[in-house]
């Protein structure tokens, strides 16, 4: 297996493309393309050759640029099996346990939906580097646009078992608004509190926030702590039942 080199592009308001590289290969995956023109762009500056797409899910802030990457550049796109009526121009579909080799790194694949219904996240485990468009975000989770709070807990439940190492590659750059909701949630959290005041440093010098690291996010991120007594306990849940809470905290976070 080869280890991926990624680099982030800015795009649209708020959203993050991944340009993945395999070192050993060349081999060059773009991850969720909103729109085409800047990944183009980017990717002939840096010498890569795209020869893969990788969607999480269907929405066209991660599809857009689909069609037009593949006119450009002949690549194979790969995505959900279970929305592949709603990927444009996919070629390859999979699912949960499957393994998808790009060049020479390979992909384990979690069907994680709850945002929508089809939604899956991409773990390279070589790079510690996992692609979850947007079922997880820097302190923050997708809406259940598609899925119940049981369902998106069980999602989450499979990325929490992951290495505290991992960098958590997320869509959007969404981090300092969900701090000032972890903050109203769970306002006993020492570690949270630095967090909220590191991203205030980081957007106020135009830095992203993303990506994160797993261990960062299972320490301060509500929505992976649903299963925390200490949390329960600041929502008035102390004893209830980890989806519960997470349907709590989803609820205060859709009203927020």
């Known amino acids: ?19 993945a590289r395999c070192r050993a290969t060349g081999a060059t995956g773009v991850v969720d393309p909103a729109v085409a023109e800047p990944v183009l762009a980017e ?41 592949r009526d709603r990927i444009p121009g996919i070629d390859v579909e999979v699912d949960e346990g499957d393994r998808y080799t790009m060049g020479e790194a ?12 089809g ?16 079922t997880l975000f820097a302190l923050g989770c997708g809406r259940l646009f598609e899925g119940a709070p049981a369902q998106m807990w069980d999602s989450l439940s499979k990325l929490k078992r992951l290495p505290k190492t991992a960098k ?27 967090r909220a005041e590191e991203i205030d440093r980081l957007r106020a010098a135009g830095t992203p926030t993303v990506p994160s690291t797993l261990g960062e996010e299972l ?3 509500p929505f992976l702590r649903a299963d925390a007594p ?27």
Request: hydrophobic residues 40%; contains cysteine.
């Open 230 to 256: 200490d949390l329960a306990a600041q929502l008035g849940l102390s004893g209830a039942d980890p989806v519960e809470v997470f349907a709590e905290v989803r609820g205060r976070k859709d009203r927020f």
């Open 1 to 19: 297996m080869s280890r991926l080199e990624v680099h982030q592009i800015p795009v649209l308001n708020d959203n993050y493309v991944y340009l």
């Open 168 to 194: 958590v590659y997320c869509a959007h750059e969404y981090t300092q608004a969900n701090a000032r909701f972890a903050l109203s949630v769970d306002a006993a959290n020492d570690r949270l509190k630095a």
């Open 106 to 117: 390979e992909a384990e694949v979690f069907f994680v939906p709850g945002h929508t219904r």
């Open 219 to 221: 320490a301060t991120n």
């Open 43 to 83: 990717a002939e500056r840096l010498g890569w050759r795209i020869t893969h797409i990788l969607n999480t899910h269907h929405h066209g802030d991660h599809t857009g640029g689909n069609l037009e990457i593949k006119q450009a550049t002949g690549c194979t796109i790969v995505g959900p099996k279970a929305d």
């Open 119 to 134: 939604h899956i996240a991409y773990w390279f485990a070589e790079s510690d580097a996992l692609f979850c468009g947007d």
